[in-house]
């Protein structure tokens, strides 16, 4: 369960109107002259009926009224479109900022966190959001104007009246803000439960091949119902609160207009109250009634809006990935790297179950290691970590105690069963976790001293699922390297033996891939990965069985094209066919998350029974 964020209040909403100030003068003065020209018309009407009751010239009246009127209407539409405006700029605002946010948080987060839930935070929380401004926080303030206007004049008139009136009000409002605590948390709910629906939605969407080879369609349409019922029972809750609001309201108002009418009727037949005047006050009734029944409806927007609010800052509150840019321990060694880079891996643990140590935060903000804590071989300084994050103990650590070199411009592969730690160790290369203990180098130099942008423009990495993104091959072509030209792009399109793919229609490279790049095959789209990092042209390649969905042919191929990239960089790859990485300068063979042999492929063979069998298991040697 995630934990519960700390409610929003309105003054924690204020910030978002940063930057609209000047809008929003204009529109309260908008709604200041519109609220003035209602509470005008009243009296223009108490004139004309006392004026023609008095047999007195009324036309004067007549005209101003229409005047009043017409203007109103303008000056009111003038307000709702620049509030309903205002409000579509501050959505975008929040909208920029939490896509920023999502987009720089640590992969940790996204192990944990539901894809389509944090979507429906971005749709539907920051509509809601909207709705604070529009019918909530501007529909309030011109309420209690108005409201305050018609209380005078209705005081004015007939103080016993007003009385009657005020205790009805005061009855129903008690029993609104009462429920306003419950519609708030129910809400929220709401939200969440939509949240949920979305992330169900989106699993079932984004897995939907594997969902109908499995015949799973009616399982899956259940789990989504299951959700979905919960959106809808959670909706049903906050609809009994909303509707509980009107009649309460209602019951009073009416009451109050039946006593007036009688009270006021019972006056003007003494001759204690003039037509004109209870006419009068019976529309300043109306303009009471109309300001709390919007008043009360804006409450309950608020209310959402906040719950809304509470979703967005449970992301915003998150800790992004570290910008270490502030800080680097030293300039980034540009000559070298340009030449490959050496890295170190030093008696590096890592567990995935250290829910506070993935992001780098602690690198900075760690408690200091006391002196009886055991001691690291590497130092913090170098590490980046604080000392005493040992590895899960519940369960066994994903890496322990890893220590290998990789020197500049040679090629590396790492080797091992299934599940022994390869592809975390490439996470941590990247930086998408931090070490429990022990630390990485690259050129010396410790990787949290390295700030992150810097150390990624220094690495390419080629995926395990070599994900493509939906859009043209160009674009994931150019993800790493915006500004090559169609010329490069074709270049590597021809390394990777993927120029027929820019040639398969009209469209060359501005080919639509697909959702999900769906519409290439698994070497494909392997392939795509591999151009993409020989385009991004970086001193460090990382990749992560990147010849495991090809042919033989087009394996060669890569093999080919790896080699004349491996010249002038540092190239680790990780693979299961020992065959393809049998000439590489050394191979790490992992098990268990430990390190059970270093050297080449005739050492190996020589040296470690683990490589030897297998080896022997893929027919590159005899059983022993
Ligand atoms: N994001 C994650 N969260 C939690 N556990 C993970 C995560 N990724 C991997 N693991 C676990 O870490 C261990 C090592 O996984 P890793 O992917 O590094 O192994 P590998 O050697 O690359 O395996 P393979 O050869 O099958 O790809 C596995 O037990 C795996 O279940």
């Not at 200041?32 to 008095?54: D, E, F, H, K």
């Not at 109103?72 to 900022?97: D, H, I, K, N």
């Not at 409806?297 to 906040?306: C, D, E, M, R, T």
């Amino acid at each position: 369960m995630q934990p519960t964020a700390p409610r929003a209040t309105l003054r924690e909403f204020f910030p978002y109107l940063r930057g609209h100030v000047r809008v929003l003068v204009l529109v309260a003065v908008v709604s200041l002259v519109s609220t003035g020209l209602s509470i005008a018309q009243p009296l223009m009407v108490q004139q004309l009926v006392n004026a023609v009751s008095a047999s007195r010239p009324a036309t004067i009246f007549v005209w101003l009224l229409v005047a009043v009127t017409l203007s109103g209407a303008v000056f009111g539409a003038a307000q709702s479109y620049l509030l309903q405006r205002t409000a579509e700029s501050v959505v975008l605002g929040v909208r920029r900022s939490l896509v920023g946010q999502l987009l720089a948080l640590p992969v940790r987060e996204f192990d944990r966190r539901r894809v389509g839930d944090l979507i429906s935070r971005v749709g539907s929380d920051t509509t809601l959001m909207r709705s604070v401004i529009t019918s909530g926080l501007f529909e309030i303030v011109s309420s209690v104007l108005m409201f305050c206007a018609a209380v005078v004049l209705m005081v004015l008139i007939d103080p016993l009246l007003f009385g009657i009136t005020l205790t009805a009000v005061l009855v129903g409002a008690g029993g609104v803000v009462f429920l306003g605590r419950l519609i708030r948390k129910r809400s929220r709910d709401v939200q969440d439960a939509v949240g949920s629906m979305t992330a169900a939605v989106e699993r079932g969407l984004s897995g939907i091949r594997t969902i109908k080879a499995s015949v799973a369609e009616q399982r899956e349409a259940a789990v989504i119902d299951v959700e979905a019922t919960r959106a809808y029972d959670a909706g049903i809750a906050m609809a009994r609160l909303q509707a509980a609001v009107q009649p309460i309201m209602s019951i009073c108002i009416q009451g109050a207009f039946i006593v007036v009418l009688t009270v006021g009727g019972i006056q003007v037949a003494a001759g204690e109250l003039l037509l004109g005047d209870l006419i009068a006050f019976i529309l300043y009734l109306f303009l009471l009634v109309m300001p709390i029944g919007s008043a009360m409806s804006a409450f309950v927007q608020i209310q959402s809006g906040l719950a809304a609010l509470d979703r967005i800052q449970e992301i915003a509150r998150l800790d992004p990935e570290r910008a270490d840019e502030e800080r680097p321990e030293r300039p980034a060694p540009a000559t070298r790297a340009a030449h490959g880079s050496s890295i170190e891996l030093r008696d590096v643990s890592f567990s995935y179950g250290d829910d506070d140590g993935g992001n780098g935060a602690d690198a900075a903000d760690g408690p200091p290691a006391s002196a009886d804590q055991p001691r690291s071989p590497v130092s913090p300084a170098v590490t980046g970590t604080s000392e005493g994050h040992g590895p899960d103990d519940a369960g066994r650590p994903v890496l322990d105690g890893v220590s290998f070199t990789v020197p500049a411009r040679s090629r590396t592969a790492l080797v091992g069963p299934s599940g022994a730690g390869k592809s975390t160790v490439l996470a941590l290369l990247e930086r998408f976790y931090e070490p429990t203990s022990g630390g990485i180098l690259l050129d010396g130099v410790a990787l949290p001293g390295i700030p992150r942008s810097d150390l990624r423009s220094r690495i390419g990495l080629v995926e395990q699922e070599a994900p493509v993104l939906s859009g043209t091959l160009a674009d994931n072509l150019r993800l790493a390297a915006p500004h090559a030209t169609d010329d490069d792009l074709r270049r590597v399109l021809a390394a990777v033996g993927l120029d027929a793919l820019g040639d398969r229609s009209d469209d060359g490279l501005d080919l639509n891939l697909g959702e999900d790049g769906i519409r290439l095959s698994g070497g494909q789209r392997q392939r795509l990965a591999w151009a993409r990092v020989i385009l991004a042209d970086r001193p460090v390649l990382l990749m992560d069985e990147p010849t495991s969905a090809v042919d033989s042919r087009t394996e060669q191929l890569l093999q080919q094209t790896l080699g004349e990239a491996s010249r002038n960089r540092t190239v680790v790859v990780v693979a299961h066919r020992l065959s393809t990485v049998a000439d590489f300068d050394q191979i790490v063979v992992l098990d268990q998350g430990r390190v059970a042999a270093v050297g080449t492929h005739d050492e190996l063979l020589e040296s470690s029974d683990l490589y030897r069998d297998m080896a022997a298991r893929q027919r590159l040697v005899a059983h022993a």
